[in-house]
């Protein structure tokens, strides 16, 4: 979808409304900076590029229920310039601006159709036999396994997700 002989319209998009009740306590502000969420995930994004449009998405995409693919895809039909689209969580505050630039370099590349942030996780897991009890999943008592031994499992964070 990127033009011949162009470089690709790459532009970030954070779904912001206000009153998320997927949160915890005052959502509108972190509680270490006292910082307003949205202010906490838009500094790091302007300083990639800072270029910023307000997109006014419709009520119908801006509800609870609403997924946020369904918004990204009313930004898309508007903005049809745009190559590469990446969304942003604005419940990830303590983002660093680095990470939008190597999220930017890996989709820009061509080697790549997505990026997203991943976190390796490093647990002790246990899984159900489908009865009334539970096995170990990843470790075996006799080997002493420890999280320190482990190479552990990558996990999605759903701080950003970039795509073509």
């Known amino acids: 979808c ?39 995930t838009l500094e790091p994004a302007i300083a990639c590029g800072p270029k910023v449009q307000v997109f006014d998405r419709s009520d119908e995409h801006a509800t609870d229920e609403a997924f946020s693919v369904a918004a990204i895809n009313e930004f898309l039909a508007i903005h049809k310039e745009v190559d590469i689209v990446g969304l942003i969580q604005c419940t990830s505050p303590f983002i660093e601006a680095s990470l939008f630039v190597k999220a930017c370099n890996l989709i820009t590349s061509d ?16 899984c159900s036999n489908g009865e009334d009890f539970i096995l170990p999943c990843n470790y075996l008592r006799k080997d002493r396994n420890t999280k320190k031994n482990m190479i552990g499992k990558l996990v999605k964070e759903g701080m950003f997700y970039f795509g073509k």
Request: glycine fraction near 10%.
């Open 111 to 126: 080697q790549y159709d997505s990026v997203f942030a991943a976190i390796r996780k490093l647990k002790l897991s246990v």
């Open 2 to 40: 990127i033009r011949e002989n162009k470089k690709p319209h790459v532009a970030a998009v954070i779904l912001a409304r206000g009153g998320s009740k997927g949160l915890l306590g005052d959502n509108n502000f972190d509680g270490i900076a006292v910082k307003p969420l949205l202010l906490g």
